[in-house]
């Protein structure tokens, strides 16, 4: 896997085509690898299941997480990567249109490097987007892995 990878855990189909659309805006032309739901996200990032083919230390530069996911919800899948010791330093931004407190806060309590909410308007999820990349993608020194 690419080095600049991004995983996309989102469950809307139109919010996740809107996030692509975005990309491709922005010209961030990094590989991104949707998935629909936590299970899969959880499936992916720890090589099981369909994914039990990759590499479980090859991780995504970024993980772009909904917290409203079928099968397993985005707080849980990010408690599981902040409890495994591969997956712990995952750069992981919660990227949601939720407005409860409660989600900000567990969030942070559980190590989120980020909490985003959607705009509701394209440009501005556009605009959202492009600084996400640049941040995180650019600027942001990743931290080495997990030895």
Known sequence: MNAKTILLVEDNPSDAALAMRAFEKNKLLNPVIH???GQE???????????????????????????????????EVLRRIRENMITR???VV???????????????DL???????KPVDFNQFVEAIKQLGVYWLLLNETPPPVK
Not at 55 to 66: S, V
Request: charge should be negative; avoid cysteine; charged fraction near 30%.
């Open 41 to 75: 996200a959880l499936d992916f990032l720890f090589a099981e299941g369909k994914y039990s083919h990759r590499d479980i230390e090859d991780l995504p530069a970024l993980i772009l997480l909904d917290l409203k996911l079928p099968l397993v919800d985005g707080l």
């Open 111 to 117: 190590g989120v490097n980020s909490y985003i909410r």
């Open 35 to 37: 998935v629909e739901d």
């Open 89 to 91: 330093r995952a750069l």
């Open 94 to 108: 919660i990227l949601t249109t939720s407005k409860e407190e409660q989600d900000v806060a567990t969030g942070y």
